[in-house]
């Protein structure tokens, strides 16, 4: 009997170290939940140049046996942008809800004549994901607690940013477009900035970009976030090889705590 009981007792101890891969990490906060709608205005100069709206669904939605929020980004350009690039671009998160990592993820690009449909799968088991569009299935391998576009931003609303030192770095594997990439995103301290709603305290960001055709070196996306409960991106500014955007909330509901507007 002592034997056995001595055996049961080594397998209750043993047997989860062996298998710590298969189980899922369990991400405590408080800065969002169902039904976070939040409306952006982008500028161009002195266009309107795109709306974007970020909404959680208000349902818990069911991806691969784990509860998920079901996160929706929609961006559409308006006026006379529209006439020489004309987007509509719908991307879709099933981001689990105690992990916090990316279940599913979903694409609809429509950019001028460019079309693309995707749909990638993710299995935290065996570290893979699987893309599906109009040319097939593949199959690719991903790190542990591997982020998409839109979960991998969520993740970082649940970062104690009173642990992080202005330009600290943090790491985020993240899976777009067949690839891996370690998304790097850099504290840079503590701002005030204006807003339609007030002056709010906020926590600045900067995404460490590649050089690319696109933005304007490597510090070329600034970012300030409520430095509060929400951690929700309050302003976005882009430096464009061509001009600049600057994106800013214009409306919100739902957020799951109070704004320090003053």
């Not at 500028?43 to 929706?72: E, L, T």
């Not at 671009?89 to 916090?100: G, K, L, N, R, V």
């Not at 995707?118 to 065996?126: A, D, I, R």
């Amino acid at each position: 009997m002592l034997r056995r009981s001595v055996i049961a007792l080594w397998v209750l101890l043993i047997f989860p170290a062996f298998h710590a891969k298969d189980s899922y990490r369990r991400v405590a906060q408080t800065s969002f939940g169902v039904g976070e709608h939040f409306e952006y205005r982008v500028h161009y100069g002195i266009f309107n140049a795109a709306d974007a709206v970020v909404d959680v669904s208000p349902q818990i939605q069911y991806v691969n046996g784990r509860p998920c929020y079901k996160i929706s980004i929609v961006g559409t350009t308006l006026g006379a942008f529209s006439w020489f690039a004309k987007v509509r671009d719908e991307w879709q998160s099933w981001m689990d809800t105690s992990a916090i990592v990316s279940q599913k993820f979903y694409r609809n690009i429509q950019e001028n004549n460019y079309r693309k449909v995707e749909t990638t799968l993710f299995n935290h088991t065996t570290d893979d994901a699987v893309v599906t569009d109009e040319n097939g299935t593949k199959k690719f391998d991903v790190p542990n607690h591997i982020q998409d576009a839109i979960s991998g931003y969520f993740y970082l609303r649940t970062l104690d940013f009173n642990k992080l030192q202005p330009n600290d770095v943090v790491d985020v594997p993240t899976f777009l477009e067949s690839s891996v990439y370690k998304l790097k995103v850099k504290y840079r301290g503590k701002d005030t900035i204006k807003t339609k709603f007030g002056k709010i305290k906020a926590l600045k960001l900067t995404p460490l970009m590649p050089d690319n055709q696109l933005f304007k070196g490597e510090n070329s996306i600034r970012i300030w976030v409520s430095d509060d409960a929400n951690k929700v991106p309050i302003k976005v500014e882009v430096d464009l090889w061509v001009g600049s955007l600057v994106m800013e909330v214009r409306s919100f509901r739902g957020a799951r705590n109070n704004f320090n507007w003053y």
